[in-house]
């Protein structure tokens, strides 16, 4: 196609354009732009009432070489990822093969319990898991006392305060992962798994010879999407730990808010928000290329 | 494996299967014993007990009295409203072009919406509030649903599933309807959107949970109290109330789970596959 006939192409096309062009402007006024100018922050430095003053990289290198705590949220995101991602996707395939069983009765009760917590909003579970865990008098340590075990500091020690905003996410999230891992499941052939038992194969040989293999992708979209919601996470911590105690539990995202909008360190917040955008590009990166790989075939047929 | 040591796995695998139910409602049952409860009954291991005063609203009629939750409430449903409106035309008619026109740049674009998806908002949130700060837009309904559209299941998303939507619409009735002289946007809006009605409840609902529960965006928007969506009204209960009145907390905690819950239930199934649409084809 030559230059006319692109052009030519592009103005027949007038209308469509206008039907996409919402999308796009949106994106220019509110995505774009702010990009380019959260980086231009990132370089700056800003007092009150004072023009911005351009320092180059100096955020960068302060946060990256002299910042601790930038570095203890960092280390917190990971380590509640660690912790949270695999024993969560473990625990939502586990349950999506129990209820992908053809003989297993009131499935649609439990996928509707299960998926409960997705739908329930984060800062309100948060604030029932604050009650739940309190030192004093909180249920889960009266429950442990009944048992004679002496009270955990859920949400008071340094050691605990991470495992609890696991808690709290794996309680939110797995239900959601179960749903996506169990349309995986209903997915595959019950023909294979008719094959695999005349062969006289296991339930657990079935399960890591058929099974897993079959639903990689699936696991790799939990897997993508529950890197980025952790590196993500803000409101959980807001609420069950404010970070604390010290900041034993507070995350990327807490640090940007707290040294843009309380300490009004906005071209440090900025750096910030660049470096964990930065982190998040990977597994994002790809995702969509496998989004625009299944684009490509979708759209060859 | 003999019969019996399936039919013993099998109950093995209920007992499991209500244990997690259990520990999936209990917070719910939590949260709404609480909403009639003393401060000492919620702290306390009687969770089977029933609230000692009875079923009584007294924490709901605080929470309207004078805490501004019933005008957070509509702060929250007027936006929402907004939103899902302003989300449902934009991608329905962007879905409708990707899926039905051969346009130059088409494939290139498309894809460029994808990659929106995955943008961490955070980025943004700064230079955003410094731009609703010099708009004057900072406490307006506005800051809290233009910037919006771009982040969480936003737009981007939306689009994508309504694409898929639209491509299920046959090429047939459209040419036929082409060929009678109708214009692009007429097709769109008598022929196309009436076809995809499920599609567009998918979208509403995804995108209302999603806008409904939303917090750090309207934290950062929002400073005026009458201003206040619910989420930023219970925040600011558990940030003064605290150890005052527990009840009303979980008052308010039910109350704004409560439309969620609701509309869960009733649309299940749309629900469901609306999830489940962004991880296959």
């Not at chain 2, 995955?118 to 700060?133: A, D, N, R």
């Not at chain 2, 004057?136 to 299941?153: C, E």
């Not at chain 2, 214009?183 to 995804?206: C, E, H, N, T, W």
């Amino acid at each position: 196609m030559g230059r006319r006939g692109f052009l030519h192409d592009v103005s027949r096309n007038r209308q469509v354009y206008l039907f996409i062009a919402p999308f796009f402007i949106l994106f220019l006024v509110f995505g774009l732009y702010p990009i380019i100018y959260s980086f231009w922050l990132s370089l700056h430095e800003w007092k009150a009432n004072k023009p911005w003053i351009p320092v180059g990289f100096k955020n960068y290198a302060t946060l990256l070489l002299k910042d601790g705590v930038f570095w203890t949220s960092l280390y917190n995101v990971v380590y509640v990822f660690i912790v949270n991602v695999p024993i969560m996707i473990f625990l939502s395939v586990f349950i999506a093969v129990m209820l992908n069983n053809p003989a297993r009765r009131h499935k649609d009760v439990f996928r509707i319990v299960y998926l409960l917590p997705y739908v329930t909003s984060v800062l309100s579970i948060a604030i029932v898991f604050y009650v739940l865990f309190d030192d004093r008098a909180g249920l889960v340590n009266l429950l442990l006392a009944k048992f004679g075990i002496p009270g955990v500091h859920w949400l008071t020690s340094t050691s605990m305060s991470k495992i609890s905003i696991d808690i709290l996410i794996t309680w939110k999230w797995t239900g959601y992962n179960m749903i996506i891992a169990l349309a995986g499941l209903q997915s595959i052939e019950t023909q294979i798994y008719d094959a695999a038992r005349i062969d006289g194969a296991g339930s657990v040989r079935t399960f890591w010879q058929i099974t897993f293999p079959l639903l990689r992708p699936v696991i790799g979209f939990q897997f993508i999407m529950s890197t980025i919601g952790t590196f993500n996470m803000f409101t959980e911590p807001y609420f069950l730990t404010n970070g604390g105690p010290g900041y034993s539990s507070i995350s990327l995202v807490l640090y940007l808010y707290r040294s843009a909008f309380k300490f009004f360190q906005l071209g440090y917040a900025a750096a910030i928000a660049f470096l964990t955008f930065i982190v998040v590009l990977i597994p994002s990166v790809l995702q969509v290329r496998i989004w625009a790989e299944r684009d490509r075939t979708y759209s060859a047929t | 494996m003999s019969r019996r040591t399936i039919a013993v796995r099998k109950h093995i695998g209920t007992l499991f299967l209500i244990a997690g139910a259990i520990i999936f409602i209990f917070p719910f049952y939590f949260m709404f014993m609480g909403s009639f409860k003393s401060n000492a009954e919620i702290f306390s291991m009687n969770i089977l007990r029933l609230p000692a005063a009875g079923i009584n609203f007294q924490y709901y009629a605080g929470l309207f009295g004078k805490s501004g939750f019933g005008r957070s409430l509509i702060n929250s449903a007027i936006v929402s409203t907004i939103y899902i409106s302003l989300i449902i035309f934009f991608s329905s008619v962007a879905g409708f072009a990707f899926a039905k026109y051969k346009f130059p740049g088409r494939n290139v674009l498309f894809v460029a919406i994808l990659a929106t998806i995955m943008l961490p908002p955070q980025v943004t949130y700064i230079p955003l509030f410094i731009l609703m700060t010099k708009l004057k837009w900072v406490s307006t309904y506005q800051a809290l649903i233009l910037p919006r559209l771009l982040q969480g299941f936003g737009l981007a998303f939306s689009t994508f599933l309504m694409r898929q939507y639209m491509s299920y619409v046959p090429e047939e009735i459209l040419s036929s309807a082409r060929v009678d002289g109708c214009g692009d946007f007429r097709i769109y809006l008598q022929i196309a959107l009436p076809m995809v009605k499920s599609g567009l409840l998918v979208v509403g609902l995804i995108v209302f949970m999603d806008i409904w529960n939303d917090f750090t965006w309207p934290l950062i928007a929002i400073s005026k109290l009458d201003m206040y969506t619910v989420a930023l009204n219970i925040s600011r209960l558990f940030g003064t109330q605290r150890e005052v009145y527990w009840g009303q907390i979980m008052a308010a905690c039910f109350m704004s789970s409560l439309p969620l819950i609701v509309i869960f239930l009733v649309f299940r199934r749309t629900f469901i596959s609306g999830i489940t649409a962004g991880a296959f084809k």
